[in-house]
């Protein structure tokens, strides 16, 4: 009997120390983030210039507008301008399968890689960077395997790598064309994927103004507002993209079992994002006015995308693979 009681005592300390060593780096890298956002200072982009016109198209996300485009629980958005057609993210394509579900899009929405010029990665995580083998790899790809992409630029928030072509790191904001921008990478600490390094892209619109597009919001919604206000002149004007408020539900399941709720949320996994906080940031929104805005439900639940549709009536755009949202 006590043979058999050791080895469970031995494996709960295993457990509780390990919880232990996670929340101490949850605690050490949050305090290093929070720093980091005390310190950074940026320089107003007063040569940004601007485009007339900005369509994006989704390729990528939970939901689609026709049965023949596939779904996921990633991102990819093209976006395009007068003069410059970005590839925002690649996709999840956790299967791993050939075609991947963001090159059977592109192909059933009649494109092609010559319809783009330059690829923004937000942050390297697997729904991001095409799976989470090439995350590891800090690299990402399109398929399954590795396309030729030479012939494109390529940023990203923290060093990456890819076959052929030398991405470039946007450590800080860093202008793309005219009216195209990224904010620069904003740190956050995640309980058990660590240290997260995202950026989101900024396209200033002809007189409208600032349209952010976002992958997965790790930064904050307040943060990610501040750092843009402090970057750009031209007023907020719209939002699209990912937020990260999986308060009821989740796209991600492990046994049935929500696990969005609780892990990736920026905070301890006993402490979910509520919907107050939903709120909180629609109220910050709200007092900007914005033209456009879009959530990706492939890391909001369906609950706080309702709220909202519901404090957006004319300014709510759905978020649809291969439904273009005009700017």
Not at 89 to 114: C, I
Not at 193 to 206: C, H, K, P
Not at 207 to 230: M, S, Y
Not at 270 to 291: C, N
Request: hydrophobic letters at 40%; aromatic letters at 8%.
């Amino acid at each position: 009997m006590i043979e058999a009681v050791v080895p469970i005592v031995s494996l709960l300390t295993i457990l509780v120390v390990f919880f232990m060593c996670l929340v101490l780096r949850f605690n050490r890298g949050k305090r290093k983030a929070d720093e980091e956002w005390e310190r950074s200072k940026v320089q107003k982009i007063t040569q940004l210039g601007t485009t007339k016109s900005l369509v994006i198209l989704p390729l990528i996300d939970w939901y689609t507008s026709a049965k023949d485009l596939k779904g996921e629980a990633g991102v990819s958005y093209l976006l395009k301008t007068d003069n410059k057609t970005i590839l925002f993210d690649v996709g999840f394509n956790r299967e791993g399968h050939a075609p991947s579900p963001l090159s059977h899009n592109m192909e059933k929405l009649g494109l092609t890689q010559n319809d783009f010029d330059a690829i923004v990665i937000s942050h390297n995580h697997g729904d991001h960077v095409g799976g989470r083998k090439w995350m590891r790899r800090k690299t990402f790809s399109m398929s399954n395997r590795q396309a030729d992409l030479s012939d494109k630029d390529v940023y990203t928030p923290e060093p990456m790598t890819y076959p052929g072509l030398k991405p470039v790191y946007a450590e800080k904001p860093t202008v793309i064309a005219p009216g195209i921008a990224t904010i620069g990478p904003i740190s956050n600490q995640d309980f058990f994927m660590g240290r997260i390094q995202e950026q989101a892209m900024a396209v200033n619109v002809l007189e409208k103004g600032i349209v952010l597009i976002v992958g997965c919001g790790h930064q904050t919604l307040p943060r990610i507002i501040e750092r843009a206000e402090a970057l750009f002149e031209e007023p907020l004007y719209g939002l699209v993209g990912g937020l990260h408020y999986p308060v009821t539900d989740s796209r991600k399941k492990i046994m049935g079992i929500a696990i969005e709720k609780y892990i990736w949320t920026g905070g301890f996994p006993w402490r979910p994002i509520t919907m107050a906080v939903v709120q909180e940031h629609i109220a910050l929104l709200k007092d900007r006015d914005l033209g456009i805005v879009a959530i990706s439900a492939h890391d909001s639940c369906d609950a706080s995308i309702a709220r909202f549709r519901e404090a957006f009536p004319d300014a709510f755009r759905e978020i649809k693979v291969g439904q273009r949202i005009a700017i």
